[in-house]
């Protein structure tokens, strides 16, 4: 059972140097769990974020991984392969109160005209039907003005669809 289950998110924007002061604050820090975007990748291998306390995940036959999940050895989990892609990573883990839930890392490609992917649309609806409670970190490449973008575009408006369709929660960047 995990002492400590916080989680963290974060979109490292393919950087060596972000993979490694996201490492030494997850060691330093004592995180549960951490929900990637964009890591750094090498010959199809997510690289800078492996240490002796945490197992990370991404979908392994991906030659360029948009996501991972990096989970802290103590935490008792499972991927849940069919929702492992190049864009999305998603685990059932159990808290300290013996009760399962998913976390899922989600990357909703830029280029594509819809969002969210099919595979986020069917992880929250295998949560609901299961009645597991999801937290998403994602990298939905939502554009506002308000946020300090040039630009507004119509992925604002997927968030609400999401968080309407089974309770899923989100977690904020470092």
Known sequence: ????????????????????????????????????????????????????????????????PRTCIVVRSNIDFFCISEFLTQDLVAVQARDTEGKDFVLASAYFPGETATAPPEAVERLVEHCRLHKLPLIIGCDANAHHTEWGSSDCNVRVSILPKISSTGKPSYVGAL
């Open 1 to 64: 059972m995990a002492d400590n289950m916080e989680i963290a998110q974060v979109n490292l924007h393919h950087a060596a140097a972000a993979s490694a002061v996201i490492s030494s604050r997850f060691t330093a820090e004592k995180l549960g769990t951490l929900l990637i975007q964009e890591p750094w990748v090498y010959r199809g291998e997510v690289q800078g974020l492996k240490t002796e306390v945490n197992k990370v995940i991404w979908h392994l036959s991906s030659e360029r």
